[in-house]
């Protein structure tokens, strides 16, 4: 166990894509007063070979997180010549991460799991460090049953995932949610025109994105339509929007990201979500209880996307569609079916709690149990 520097307990983050839930967590502390002093580590880059920086690195040292980049290489789905190099970093994560907790010397490491997290577990492990992993999906991540040898808890959102883990490790969370999410308000009527709100992640879709492409005219016609389309298309798609006619251009917001601090407005104001089905994502419709159009990533590790997707569907707040199934056609009929039955499944969920309101809360609590 490390001994306390200045007073202060360090507690150290870490992962892979998993800001949303970090940010969360980081609020809820903040909001409770602890003081701890805040690390992340995780990837600089979004994806491998694009030079486009995580929303973490973007945002976190605004809030008073010291941010630390991990060029661990990770297992990847598809063969290019990003692959080898990434294959060749793995060892390199191993010694960074050694001299990170060197460093640093946390007291504490809190790890949502993703390939950037495991070499932090590891080494932390090693070092006598208490860690606790906690996963988001409905399933588990590749990175957190790895992990799950060297963790000293597993905190986990839904009870389907805790078959993936030692049982004795596990508790359950929940996954989650900003509080400034947890405070908007669950609307009693659609707007006139309704807002429809497009997101394929931080990173953006293209496979929602190019459905969109074709049926943006006639959205616009019924909606005003608010897409995060990512930074690889944000130019493409506000070429799109400049050869609109001005009507429909005047109706048409386009971002690449959009940061922490404004998501929760963008969700207040918006009537009905299509989205790909990340756990955050899914977290956040069923906290505020807006209609959604859920397109899962049919390849996600252990099919994590639908199971997440299920949840939300079954909560009775959002619709389905397969990624293969996926066209202009059947998307823009769903888009008109959940308008026409907004009111109904606004009131099917009315008298449901998120099973993520307090999720934040019972991290932070089972952090300070491992705290000094």
């Known amino acids: 166990m490390q001994k306390r520097v200045n007073n202060k307990l360090k507690l150290l983050l870490t992962g892979g894509h998993a800001g949303a839930t970090a940010y969360a967590v980081i609020q809820e502390i903040r909001m409770e007063r602890k003081p701890w002093e805040l690390y992340w580590v995780g990837s600089r880059t979004v994806l491998e070979g694009k030079n486009i920086d995580t929303l973490e690195h973007k945002t ?3 809030i008073g997180v010291k941010v630390y980049s991990l060029s661990s290489g990770r297992l990847q789905r598809k063969f290019t010549i990003w692959t080898l190099i990434s294959y060749f970093k793995i060892p390199f994560g191993f010694i960074e991460a050694f001299k990170l907790i060197s460093n640093i010397k946390p007291n504490c490491i809190l790890s949502f799991g993703g ?3 495991f070499p932090v577990v590891v080494i932390s492990y090693f070092a006598g460090i208490p860690i606790i992993s906690h996963d988001q999906t409905a399933a588990a991540g590749r990175a957190n049953i790895y992990s799950s040898f060297f ?3 597993i905190a986990i959102s839904r009870e389907s995932s805790r078959k993936y883990f030692p049982e004795k490790k596990v508790i359950l969370t929940g996954n989650p949610v900003e509080p400034e999410i947890l405070q908007v308000k669950t609307k009693n009527d659609i707007g006139n025109p309704p807002t429809i709100l497009i997101t394929g992640g931080h990173s953006g879709s293209v496979t929602i994105n190019n459905a969109i492409e074709k049926i943006i005219s006639k959205l616009l016609r019924d909606f005003i339509v608010i897409h995060q389309c990512g930074d690889f298309q944000f130019n493409k798609f506000v070429s799109i929007k400049k050869s609109l006619k001005s009507n429909l251009r005047q ?4 971002y690449g990201t959009i940061s922490h601090w404004n998501w929760p407005k963008v969700l207040s104001g918006c009537d009905l979500i299509i989205s ?3 756990a955050n994502i899914v977290s956040q419709i069923m906290a ?3 209609p959604s159009i859920l397109i899962p990533i049919p390849f996600a590790y252990l099919d994590e996307q639908r199971k997440n997707a299920e949840i ?6 959002a619709r389905i569609i397969e990624q293969d199934d996926l066209n202009e056609t059947i998307l823009l009929g769903e888009v008109k079916d959940v308008k026409a039955k907004w009111k109904s499944m606004v009131l099917a969920t009315r008298n449901k709690n998120s099973p993520d309101r307090n999720a934040a809360k019972n991290i932070v609590s089972l952090v300070e149990k491992f705290l000094p």
């Open 60 to 62: 976190f040292p605004q």
């Open 251 to 254: 109706r048409y917001f386009v």
């Open 312 to 317: 939300a569907k079954n909560f009775g707040i």
């Open 288 to 290: 505020i209880k807006r």
């Open 151 to 153: 963790s000293t808890k």
């Open 115 to 117: 390939y950037t997290s």
């Open 276 to 278: 790909r089905a990340g």
